[in-house]
């Protein structure tokens, strides 16, 4: 069994859906199955995996969610707290990659939800969008999160990073040095700063 589920996962890590979810639903597997269908466009499919299994499943629950959401409807039952914090990110990525940019853009629209769900939901946005390489989407998100705790030092530090990338050295040092007055041993911030002060120096 071993074997077929790393198959299946790499499978599924080359993209390759149709074939994973062949051995995932053997295995009974049936979120992961569900997924495959929906990274595969095949979302009634999807609901059928996830309705299996939705009542044991913290994960097949959120999927079912996830499809209320990308069609832009209220979910018929709130995220919780740890399903956002597991989920909200990987589901951006994987969007995002697979080039589902009105599902991803759907979800995000509903951050307000998600906020209510777990408050650390627009930074997760902000991650997503950051590693994505949507810097000014990113930067939106970042000040969201400020707006409601300012103490957030990896908000702080996303926020500095997109900056840097958008070639603002000013502004991306400004908040770095935001990161280190609350948290002056947060090790990030500090290899950042030193990168931000290396290249400031060959602005000069």
């Given at each position: 069994m071993?074997?077929?589920i790393?198959?299946?996962k790499?499978?599924?890590?080359q993209k390759?859906?149709?074939?994973?979810?062949?051995?995932?639903?053997?295995?009974?597997?049936?979120?992961?199955?569900?997924?495959?269908?929906l990274?595969?466009?095949?979302?009634?499919?999807?609901?059928?995996?996830?309705?299996?299994?939705?009542?044991?499943?913290?994960?097949?629950?959120?999927?079912?969610?996830?499809?209320?959401?990308i069609?832009?409807?209220?979910?018929?039952?709130?995220?919780?707290f740890?399903?956002?914090?597991?989920?909200?990110?990987?589901?951006?990525?994987?969007?995002?990659?697979?080039?589902?940019?009105?599902w991803?853009?759907?979800?995000?629209?509903?951050?307000?939800?998600?906020?209510?769900?777990?408050?650390?939901?627009?930074?997760?946005?902000?991650?997503?969008?950051?590693?994505?390489?949507?810097?000014?989407?990113?930067?939106s998100?970042?000040?969201?999160?400020?707006?409601l705790?300012?103490?957030?030092?990896?908000?702080?530090?996303?926020?500095?990073?997109?900056?840097?990338?958008k070639?603002?050295?000013?502004e991306?040092?400004?908040?770095?040095?935001?990161?280190?007055?609350?948290?002056?041993?947060?090790?990030?911030?500090?290899?950042?700063?030193?990168?931000?002060?290396?290249?400031?120096k060959?602005?000069?």
């Amino acid at each position: 069994m071993t074997c077929q589920i790393n198959e299946a996962k790499n499978y599924f890590y080359q993209k390759e859906y149709k074939k994973a979810f062949k051995i995932f639903i053997k295995l009974k597997d049936y979120y992961s199955a569900g997924l495959c269908c929906l990274l595969s466009k095949k979302r009634k499919f999807a609901k059928i995996c996830w309705q299996k299994n939705h009542l044991t499943s913290p994960a097949s629950e959120w999927g079912l969610g996830v499809l209320d959401m990308i069609d832009l409807k209220y979910p018929k039952k709130m995220p919780s707290f740890f399903q956002t914090r597991a989920q909200l990110e990987i589901y951006l990525n994987l969007f995002i990659e697979n080039h589902l940019i009105e599902w991803a853009q759907n979800l995000i629209s509903n951050d307000d939800i998600l906020y209510h769900c777990n408050p650390e939901s627009y930074k997760f946005i902000a991650r997503a969008l950051f590693s994505n390489g949507y810097f000014d989407l990113a930067i939106s998100y970042c000040k969201k999160t400020l707006r409601l705790y300012y103490c957030d030092p990896e908000a702080f530090l996303i926020l500095s990073q997109c900056y840097y990338l958008k070639n603002d050295l000013i502004e991306a040092y400004d908040a770095i040095k935001k990161v280190l007055n609350m948290v002056s041993n947060y090790f990030p911030a500090i290899v950042f700063k030193n990168i931000l002060e290396e290249e400031m120096k060959k602005e000069k």
